[in-house]
């Protein structure tokens, strides 16, 4: 896991279609590291205290406002010494844009400043939900993610042991690849993983003997995710007829990623069993388990009323 992070004030500005305001400041020397933003009203205000200052600072209607209702030399007094505090960028939305003083003083401590027509909050709780992505724990593991009935499923096993084959057949059968041969993993929150592909190698599957193939140009847009949640682990293992595998599924198997605990079966494989419904198979199961019904534990419950009635 990589502990070191962030996002360019380029890649931010590029995701969210900011206006840069200061285009001669040198803006790879700042790094965005945290998903949080700071809307610095107590700050403009001479309060410092419990204030970090590696946050973005959104000036909305309300900052901005305070700012003109100071006079010019208490405004800029004011903006410096939230400049002083070396952030990594400054963003005012609602199409507010601070005077040419202002962005000198920007310019000056090498403050990148952007600016938004959107709304406060809606720069806020994008730029949070795209941070916590982009920054989140991230691992990078040996499988393939496909989207298949709404059910991210991830498929794992050894080298040459079919995950790819199955993910084309499940990309004919109508399902989507997120990505072959490695998954990114990234933890974006205490109970959600998010899986994607490098990308180098995003929408390409590896076929042994075929070579390389472009899913999204063989089959189209539709054949193919970006990204998505990780809901479900099939782990594909070779078929050994001395080993018990689970043939009603009562017990409950789990694979731990990131500290998070994600539901898994492990599939034999040998020849004549079609992964692909096999798969769609596990995923519908899961899902329905999701809601409520668990076919293990109703036959079960069968049984019992059985042994019941004919006692």
């Known amino acids: 896991m990589n502990d070191e992070r962030f996002v360019t004030i ?17 803006r790879s020397t700042k790094k965005i590291t945290l998903s ?6 107590l700050q403009l205000a001479g309060y410092y205290s419990h204030y970090n200052h590696e946050r973005i600072q959104l000036i909305g209607n309300v900052e901005f406002d305070y700012l003109y209702s100071l006079s010019k030399e208490e405004r800029l007094a004011t903006f410096e010494r939230l400049m002083a505090t070396d952030i990594p960028c400054i963003v005012f939305t609602m199409s507010n844009m601070p005077d040419n003083d202002m962005l000198d003083i920007a310019i000056q401590y090498g403050c990148p400043v952007l600016s938004s027509d959107k709304s406060t909050s809606e720069v806020a709780a994008e730029t949070i939900r795209w941070m916590n992505e982009q920054l989140a724990p991230m691992i990078s593991i040996h499988g393939v993610l496909v989207d298949v009935f709404g059910e991210g ?34 933890k974006v929150s205490d109970v959600t993983l998010i899986g994607s592909a490098p990308e180098i190698t995003k929408h390409f599957i590896e076929l042994r003997g075929i070579g390389i193939v472009d899913v999204k140009t063989l089959f189209g847009i539709e054949a193919v995710e970006e990204h998505f949640k990780v809901g479900l682990v099939i782990k594909l293992a070779e078929w050994d007829k001395d080993k018990e595998y689970d043939r009603l599924g009562l017990e409950d198997e789990f694979t731990e990623y990131l500290g998070v605990r994600i539901p898994s079966h492990t599939i034999p494989v040998r020849p004549g069993r ?29 049984v019992q009323e059985n042994l019941l009635k004919r006692k």
Do not use: C, W
């Open 10 to 26: 380029d890649e931010y500005v590029e995701e969210m279609g900011f206006k840069i305001l200061t285009p001669d400041v040198d």
């Open 153 to 186: 499923i991830l498929i794992t096993g050894d080298s040459g042991i079919g995950k790819s084959e199955a993910a084309l057949e499940l990309i004919k059968r109508g399902h989507r690849l997120v990505s072959d041969d490695v998954v990114e993993i990234r």
């Open 274 to 302: 079609n992964l692909a419904i096999i798969v769609e198979t596990a995923a519908i199961n899961h899902r329905q388990r999701n809601m409520g019904y668990n076919a293990a534990h109703e036959l079960y419950r069968r």
């Open 36 to 41: 949080e933003i700071n809307r610095p009203a």
